[in-house]
């Protein structure tokens, strides 16, 4: 049946098949007697019907052809192709791509500008700015790998400079430091950018590096991109206010003035001068050493005080136990880990020496295979990745023997198997080891931070691990302070231990030799014995700092943000799904899209995980969380996890320290004198950098003419 009076086309295909419908069968069935009833169309009915839909038709081709009038006129605006260059304009953009090309190769391959550094550059073009005579020339790196392209045909290097004389530089210092100050902002720019489009971020200081316009602290900036990933990337080398740190470090003093100033331009540049803004920091990490780190220390208070979101964490790329002795400000343990770093670099440096050490250490653990298979396979990890390892100083105290032992062979080397300069190094390490200061520092430190070792295991394990070790603070502060009560007991065995591993390396217990020497001879009577000058001065200043460092860097806020782990399925799934999130997310609420509604959504959240199916595994970290697909379903709960995310204590994707280590190996790799800050950037940060021909055309096209 066709029904001629419908507003609606009907078609029949070829293929139909007749059927004959009974439309009155259900005016019988009572059943259906109050079902809606068909409305039969009248005339009019059918043609108002038609002439909306005539009105519809006609609006949407206006809409059309609005819409492509705008398109049109954006595409005039913008989005044409750009004016034609001249012959002159675009020799010159050629010119300086092959001039970025050739110094990102050097940036990313390590490679100094100039062989005769930073700081001669620098006086050279002082001395031409005042008219006087230049020194002279020298060919730097960048004049040889020009020469080479040259030599190689680059026709834009060619038709620039080759009317320049052959003892004259192809790119002068002046020339060259605003081409690098405009390849370190475009990627610092581009940092900026994805920064600001993550909206929360945390700050990060390294260990400060001497460069030849002084010193410098590297801030690094961590944050979760778009596509969900951790990101810890290099935003700037700043230099120290205040000196190069040469004072006592302990946080007193000139020490709270200089880290009140250090904060206040850490602040400045980060709100200032990158245009980010510090209420969006949820976390800060510092890795200061040695006369730096009370200044450092300092900064980090100040910047806690003022934004307590701001947590203060360890870094996730350091073991607990090193960032304590690192941070500590006494003398003696600042010579054990300055000794220490020395040591791993010599057996990195020379393989032959490790060979050397691993003979020598089998010839006295020859006992028992296993126990010495062990200690060989941990001596490697150590050397491999000694800021990382937990048992650093335990490790250290085992090999303290052989390693004197193979130190001295390598001194009194009577078949000249190894050079001088070895043989100074070897001497310098083997005269601090035989310091019975060194020895009982070392010990003390062992026992001390051992109460701390399988906290700080923890803290670098899974996300389950890292949950746990937050309720476990209270057990660890409470073993600390009772080492505290009852240290003249733990520092006698401490002590007889610390003389018992000297006498094996030939060392007395005596005092140290500054402290004997201060003394206006002293009489029997009143000498001051080791074992209670090396409690004075060593164990209960290590307890003291351990228990404060430990408090200040698990604060309160830093301790509610590690039990929200509990968001994460696999610690909600150990915990049977009876987690309080509501409780420790109240601080945060201000970061949710939507914090009203976070109850609910925190109830689905477990629901969803709790009734799952059994191959459904559960997510065991924040990354993979974020990447199912249907997290976008709980938007608070996909928010709250990006914040964490930026936590520095929580390993990312590969520890997420990889731009820290490309700096550390591009200051490994260059001497202090020839490091640039601008060459520093561009070796860690290249991956950020812009297309090369986009950059070109930017640096031509500048209001100040470039070349």
């Known amino acids: 049946m066709i029904c001629k009076t ?67 006129e954006a595409e005039v605006e913008g989005g044409a192709d750009p004016p034609a260059l001249s012959q002159e304009q675009r020799e010159e953009q050629e010119y300086v791509r092959a001039l970025m090309e050739t110094l990102l190769l050097m940036g990313r391959q390590g490679i100094p500008l100039g062989g005769s550094g930073g700081e001669e550059e620098e006086e050279e073009e002082e001395e031409e700015e005042r008219g006087g005579t230049a020194a002279a020339f020298v060919p730097s790196n960048l004049q040889a790998l020009l020469e080479a392209r040259l030599g190689a045909g ?144 300092a900064a980090a208070r100040r910047l806690s005080s003022r934004y307590p979101m701001a947590v203060l964490t360890p870094q996730s790329c350091c073991a607990l136990n090193v960032l304590l002795a690192r941070r500590m400000p006494l003398g003696a343990v600042r010579a054990v880990v300055g000794t220490l770093g020395e040591v791993r670099a010599l057996l990195r440096a020379e393989a032959g020496l490790g060979v050397e050490l691993e003979r020598v250490a089998a010839a006295q653990w020859q006992g028992s295979p296993e126990r010495a298979r062990e200690r060989q396979e941990r001596r490697r990890a150590w050397v491999a990745r000694w800021p990382e390892t937990h048992d650093a100083f335990e490790v250290a105290a085992e090999l303290l023997e052989p390693l004197a032992l193979c130190l001295d062979a390598v001194r009194e080397d009577a078949e000249r198997r190894w050079d001088d300069r070895l043989a100074r190094r070897a001497l310098a390490v083997s005269e601090a080891l035989s310091d019975f200061q060194f020895v009982a520092t070392l010990v003390i430190l062992k026992n001390a931070l051992a109460f701390t070792r399988a906290f700080g295991r923890n803290l670098q394990g899974e996300t389950l691990d890292v949950f746990f070790a937050a309720n476990s603070l209270t057990a660890v502060l409470h073993a600390l302070a009772e080492v505290l009560d009852n240290v003249e007991v733990y520092h006698e065995f401490w002590f007889e231990e610390a003389v018992t591993l000297a006498a094996t390396l030939g060392v007395s217990a005596d005092l140290p030799r500054p402290f004997l020497l201060r003394q206006a001879a002293p009489d029997a009577a009143t000498r001051i014995r080791p074992e209670a000058y090396f409690k004075e001065h060593l164990t209960l200043p290590i307890m003291h700092f351990v228990i404060q ?63 799952r199916g059994r191959e459904v595994p559960l997510p065991a970290s924040i990354r993979q969380t974020l990447q199912l697909s249907d997290v976008k379903f709980f938007p608070n709960v996909n928010a709250f996890l990006r914040v964490l995310s930026t936590l520095p204590l929580l390993r990312g994707a590969g520890g997420a320290g990889g731009a820290q280590q490309r700096l550390h190996a591009y200051l490994d790799s260059t001497p202090a004198r020839q490091r640039s800050t601008c060459m520093a950037l561009l070796h860690t940060n290249q991956h950020l950098l812009p297309d090369l021909d986009q950059m070109a055309a930017q640096y031509t096209q500048t209001p100040e003419p470039p070349l």
């Open 6 to 72: 419908s507003p609606y086309r009907t078609v029949l295909r070829e293929t139909a098949v007749p059927t004959i419908f009974d439309l009155t069968s259900h005016l019988n069935n009572p059943h259906s007697r109050h079902r809606k009833r068909i409305k039969e169309l009248t005339d009019e009915d059918i043609r108002r019907i038609k002439e909306r839909r005539l009105e519809s038709s006609i609006e949407q081709l206006h809409s059309k052809s609005e819409r492509a009038c705008v398109e049109e």
């Open 154 to 297: 680059d026709a834009a290097l060619r038709r620039r400079l080759e009317g320049v004389a052959v003892n004259e530089e192809f790119c002068p210092p002046a020339e060259r430091r605003r081409v690098l100050a405009f390849l370190e902002g475009a990627g610092r720019e581009a940092l900026l950018r994805e920064v600001r489009d993550a909206s929360f971020f945390s700050l990060l200081t390294g260990e400060p590096a001497d460069f030849p316009a002084g010193t410098r602290l590297p801030v690094f900036l961590r944050f979760v991109d778009q596509e969900g990933a951790l990101r810890e990337e290099l935003a700037g080398l700043l230099p120290m206010p205040g000196g190069d740190g040469d004072g006592d470090g302990d946080g007193d003093g000139d020490g709270d003035g200089d880290g009140h100033a250090l904060a206040g331009h850490l602040e400045a540049q980060v709100t200032q001068v990158w245009g980010l803004r510090m209420e969006h920091c949820r976390g800060q990490a510092h890795s200061a050493s040695g006369s730096f780190s009370g200044r450092v220390g």
């Open 549 to 611: 460092e430990v408090k200040d860097m698990f604060s309160e806020n830093h301790l509610r943000a590690l039990r929200c782990l509990s968001l994460v399925p696999a610690v909600m799934g150990h915990m049977k799904f009876n987690t309080s999130e509501e409780a420790h997310a109240h601080g945060y609420r201000g970061d949710l899209p939507n914090p009203d509604t976070l109850p609910a959504e925190l109830h689905c959240w477990r629901i969803k995980w709790k009734h």
